[in-house]
């Protein structure tokens, strides 16, 4: 007969068994779930895995708002198909309907912006998803200009942009600015065409101490002098006469300012 103590030995170790199961099955499902493999050496768990998948998940979220963030910027302009009658080589097959285009010349059209072919029967209804090119689209004048910002994916043509930014870089305001840039261009006339000039100036400025008798002030004098001494031995006589304007204020200013210019 075994003892008690034996007995109680025994009911102790099922215990422990009993007790270590529960505990083994809890360390299968937390290795399932982490998605930890275990190698020949039990010591060598690894959770990358699941690293990997969260890190790929938030990279992916990232492109995702970086790419709406991006289309939101550009509007979705709606732009009808440029369809031309076309001759094509060989078999071709409507990207409409998916029948074949027959005859041997003019079989159908093509979009000269896209390069869409359909039958000419079918070009009425394509919806109007023309996604221009740049293969297709080469010019940036005399273009339609829904045609050249989808081209170039903008929101207005860049030509713009580029003179726009030019011309605000040169038409400045500040009065100081204009003095220090005007004697900045003085500077690079030779000696004999800058001593000329400024002896001009000053007999004109001493000519404006006359207004009430003369009535020539720094303006009228400008547009009388400007298209003299500032004309260009380049330009035609059309270009000419858009600086005219332009003329006459620099001629006003170094007037106005002889005495601190040169």
Known sequence: ???????????????????????GRQQDLLIAALGM???SQKSSVTIWQPL???????????????????NEQIPK?????????????????????ANFMWGLIAQGVKCADCGLNV??????????????????????????LTTLVKAHITKRPMVVD??????????????????ETLHEALKLLPPAHCETLRYLMAHLKRVTLHEKENLMNAE?????????????PELDAMAALNDIRYQRLVVELLIKNEDILF
């Not at 990997?52 to 991006?70: D, G, M, P």
């Not at 440029?82 to 094509?88: C, L, P």
């Not at 930014?165 to 204009?178: K, L, V």
């Not at 009228?220 to 260009?232: A, D, E, Q, Y």
């Open 1 to 23: 007969m075994p003892s008690k103590e034996s007995w109680s030995g025994r009911k102790a170790n099922r215990a422990a068994v009993h007790k270590s199961k529960p505990e």
């Open 37 to 39: 493999k275990l190698g």
């Open 52 to 70: 990997k998948l969260f890190a790929y998940s938030q990279l992916t979220s990232l492109v995702r708002r970086a790419t709406l963030k991006e």
């Open 77 to 97: 302009y709606e732009k009808v198909h440029n369809f031309k009658v076309h001759t094509f080589r060989g078999p071709h097959w409507c990207e409409y309907c």
């Open 119 to 144: 039958h000419k029967q079918c070009s009425k209804m394509v919806p109007n998803d023309c996604k221009p090119d740049l293969k297709h689209v080469k010019k940036v004048y005399s273009c339609d």
């Open 162 to 179: 580029m003179c726009i930014r030019e011309i605000e870089s040169r038409e400045i305001m500040d009065p100081d600015e204009q003095l």
């Open 220 to 232: 009228n004098l400008g547009i009388v002098f400007g298209p003299t001494l500032m004309r260009s």
